[in-house]
């Protein structure tokens, strides 16, 4: 599309004296109502510069702007000049450049030779995979198809919670009481109940907290039995973990998680300690913070353990070494505040410049309570059951609704799963999420599947004009494809000036790292689409209104499956 904002400036700049195109573009507002305009520029910034009443600069303006063929008017009032676009111009442009571009419209080089590494998901070991990760997940995977989309190299690195004391409790929970073919049928439920023992025990037996500190010290200097039963609790976690991914269609480059980084930390704590930042406080090391109003990072225990600052800090410094990255993002619940603040305030402390390259980016919690589960046997089971029941249930409207559709049981998993996400990603990360069904699969409401039920929609209507979804771009290209004035109406404007927004929410989203501009993006676009569709007759007898109108509707189904494909979720042509 011409960009209409830099047009308007470098007009307005023509007829201002002493003022750049730049600064006006950077002032250029849309106006609240439509009624008012499309663009417009608020005269009152300029009246200082120009010595003149903001009026009377918009009436300066308004008379003297250069004609030009993306405007049809511009007026003067109250100290705005508010210009209108040429209806049939702005189709025009805006469809020609999503049928020429197809799933590339919204595709940016902003990020070309950049590399982002973005830290996601990263559930722990022997540990219930819960709602938390769940959000990091669908967070972190969003951002990394936003970044990617906009040119950066991505690396998606899952920070598995695979080291730590929590191990030598395993263990000595695991020798004491536990048994191989249980663990084995269990996994992580029966792995969780070892270590909740562990505690229950330990209240009475304090010696078994000795135990399990032996049992880490000997995992930390790689003693064999150690490093076996750990590697084996790891690969019982994992086989969970990737059920819940499989569903969620979610892939990492890299699964170094903790225990990547043992041999790493040794040249840490030495050059913490050359650095002269390492204090020794009763036995243990930490850096002190308390000039930055923050309790001290602890890095070495009293035994020599190391610590989860430790370990980000030396996963830090591996990544800047290995990837030289212009960001690095870390997406946690916000309860995490704290400790990437104190320890990306000790990547500074120790002079790396990169340290304001490095980002928390914390999200709200997720309130399932409302949910029932038929079992409650921890988090994994739930979430995965969570995740089950989203698809069971789509599965039930789909059978009420379209009984005759193929695939089924494909498409209410990209339907049933596509709900959680999209749920998760509707509202600003910060914020917390509350949960419930009918919010979740409400085919009309504000969800993944209305979403997705307006592509399948959009699809439908192309099918019946004998067109694909997929290659509608070949049917209307070339000059005298379709006749763009004939969607000056109101339906079929406000159709294309949501798909005219889509590439900017997308930079949006990455520049505020906020995947929820696009998710309600898509809303503004479906609900859009769904008023013409319901107002504006496609498949009618007057031929070219129906060529037209079939654009619009093929266009709409390109920027919907890209916005959806941007948050993770897939676009299933029927319903
Ligand atoms: N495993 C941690 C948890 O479950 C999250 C790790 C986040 N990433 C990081 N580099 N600290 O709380």
Wanted: net charge negative; glycine share 8%; proline share 4%.
């Amino acid at each position: 599309m011409t960009d209409t904002k830099s047009v308007l400036a470098e007009l307005a700049a023509s007829v201002l004296e002493g003022v750049e195109p730049a600064a006006l573009e950077a002032m250029i507002e849309v106006p609240p109502n439509p009624d008012m305009g499309d663009l417009s520029i608020p005269c009152f910034k300029l009246s200082k510069t120009l010595r003149q009443s903001p009026q009377l600069i918009a009436e300066a303006l308004a008379g003297k702007l250069p004609a030009h063929p993306a405007f049809a008017k511009a007026t003067a009032l109250s100290g705005y000049l508010n210009v209108f676009f040429d209806k049939r111009h702005f189709a025009e442009s805006v469809l020609g450049d999503v049928l020429r571009q197809g799933d590339r419209y919204g595709c940016r080089a902003i990020g070309s030779g950049k590399t982002i590494v973005i830290d996601f998901s990263s559930p722990n070991i022997a540990k219930p995979f819960h709602v938390g990760h769940l959000r990091s997940t669908v967070i972190g995977n969003a951002l990394y198809r936003i970044h990617r989309f906009l040119g950066y190299d991505c690396v998606g690195i899952n920070h598995l919670g695979d080291w730590g004391t929590q191990f030598g409790k395993l263990i000595t929970a695991y020798k004491l009481w536990g048994d191989r073919n249980e663990v084995e049928a269990g996994g992580i439920e029966e792995l969780m109940r070892l270590y909740v023992k562990f505690h229950d025990e330990a209240e009475a037996k304090p010696e078994l907290d000795d135990t399990a500190r032996a049992w880490f010290v000997k995992l930390e200097r790689g003693d064999e039995e150690a490093l076996e039963l750990w590697r084996w609790f790891k690969a019982i976690s994992y086989k969970e973990f990737e059920r819940i991914y499989g569903l969620l269609g979610v892939t990492f480059d890299s699964d170094a998680g903790e225990s990547f980084y043992n041999d790493k930390m040794g040249a840490v704590v030495e050059e913490l300690k050359a650095k002269g930042l390492l204090e020794e406080d009763q036995g243990a090391y930490l850096v002190r913070l308390d000039d930055f109003n923050m309790p001290p990072a602890l890095i070495l225990k009293k035994d020599g353990a190391t610590l989860y600052h430790t370990r980000d800090i030396a996963a830090a410094l591996y990544r800047q070494r290995t990837y030289g990255f212009a960001k690095a993002i870390y997406v946690t619940d916000y309860a995490q505040n704290l400790h990437f603040q104190q320890w990306f305030k000790v990547i500074d402390l120790m002079g790396y410049e990169w340290a304001d390259r490095l980002v928390h980016v914390p999200f709200g919690r997720v309130n399932l309570e409302g949910v029932k589960f038929s079992t409650r046997k921890g988090n994994v089971v739930l979430l995965e059951e969570l995740l089950r029941q989203a698809i069971d249930k789509t599965r039930d409207i789909i059978e009420s609704k379209n009984p005759s559709l193929d695939d089924k049981d494909e498409v209410a998993k990209q339907v049933g799963v596509g709900a959680i996400v999209f749920n998760d990603l509707s509202n600003n990360r910060i914020k917390d999420v509350s949960f419930s069904w009918k919010d979740v699969l409400n085919f009309e409401g504000e969800s993944g599947p209305y979403v997705q039920y307006t592509y399948a929609r959009a699809c439908s209507v192309l099918r019946k004009a004998g067109l694909s979804a997929q290659k509608a771009g070949e049917a209307f290209a070339g000059e005298s494809g379709f006749d763009a004035s004939l969607l000056a109406n109101p339906e079929a404007q406000q159709v294309v000036k949501e798909l005219a927004a889509f590439p900017d929410k997308v930079v949006q989203a990455m520049d505020k790292l906020e995947p929820s501009i696009v998710s309600r993006h898509l809303i503004d676009i479906a609900q859009s689409f769904n008023r013409f569709y319901h107002e504006c007759p496609i498949l009618t007898d007057d031929a070219a209104l129906k060529t037209a109108r079939l654009a619009l509707v093929a266009c709409a189904c390109v920027v919907l499956r890209v916005g959806l494909g941007l948050i993770g979720l897939q676009s299933p042509e029927r319903i």
